[in-house]
Antibody, heavy 120, light 106 residues
Framework: EVQLVQSGAEVKKPGESLRISCKGS????????ISWVRQMPGKGLEWMGR????????NYSPSFQGHVTISADKSISTAYLQWSSLKASDTAMYYC?????????????WGQGTLVTVSS | EIVLTQSPATLSLSPGERATLSCRAS??????LAWYQQKPGQAPRLLIY???NRATGIPARFSGSGSGTDFTLTISSLEPEDFAVYYC????????FGQGTKLEIK
């Protein structure tokens, strides 16, 4: 069974750093890209960026370039999304999702989401 | 960046009715468009990819059409579980999502 399991909810203060994770199982982790998607409270979906776990090649949305870092450790089938200095506006649900050519590079499996709350 | 505009923002229909949701791209995305369904408290679910291909396990009442800049998601006869928010997504130039259409019970 394909699964993407994300790390648990986080409560942080502005200026703190954070890394959240997404662990894939039930498939070949290096055969699928992983994307991260933000959903702010009551709002729509925003694509943040993606990584190819086989070589850690990344692309970012212009809206998120320089604000977050996406990485992966293929030895443990895990992708990461990290911030060096959080802002209150980073409060959101964050989803990871996998994609490859078998579903037209669309996001066929999603993680359950990680809620990040940034508040002083 | 390619902008996707979905209409209407909210669609009020009754079970059994036909739903037609639209997505317009700011420039051609060929057939590289997907549709997702999201219910409250859940992750999105892939319905349609490459404009007209149903994802695995998606009922036949869901269909997609279009190419270039204009796309449509049609639900032929609404079931109670279909009331949700629907998003389109392009993959012609990286990825972007539309702002969503909320399908609500009338």
């Amino acid at each position: 069974e394909v699964q993407l399991v994300q790390s648990g909810a986080e409560v942080k203060k502005p200026g703190e750093s954070l890394r959240i994770s997404c662990k894939g199982s039930g498939y070949s982790f290096t055969s699928y890209w992983i994307s991260w998607v933000r959903q702010m409270p009551g709002k729509g979906l925003e694509w943040m960026g993606r990584i190819d776990p086989s070589d850690s090649y990344t692309n970012y949305s212009p809206s998120f370039q320089g604000h977050v870092t996406i990485s992966a450790d293929k030895s443990i089938s895990t992708a990461y999304l990290q911030w060096s200095s959080l802002k209150a506006s980073d409060t959101a649900m964050y989803y990871c999702a996998r994609h490859t050519d078998s579903s037209g590079y669309s996001f066929d499996y999603w993680g359950q989401g990680t809620l990040v709350t940034v508040s002083s | 960046e390619i902008v996707l505009t979905q209409s209407p923002a909210t669609l009020s229909l009754s079970p059994g009715e036909r739903a037609t949701l639209s997505c317009r791209a700011s420039q051609s995305v060929s057939s590289y468009l997907a549709w997702y369904q999201q219910k409250p408290g859940q992750a999105p679910r892939l319905l349609i990819y490459d404009a007209s291909n149903r994802a695995t396990g998606i009922p036949a009442r869901f269909s997609g059409s279009g190419s270039g800049t204009d796309f449509t998601l049609t639900i032929s006869s609404l079931e109670p579980e279909d009331f949700a928010v629907y998003y389109c997504q392009q993959r012609s130039n990286l990825y972007t999502f539309g702002q969503g259409t909320k399908l609500e019970i009338k």
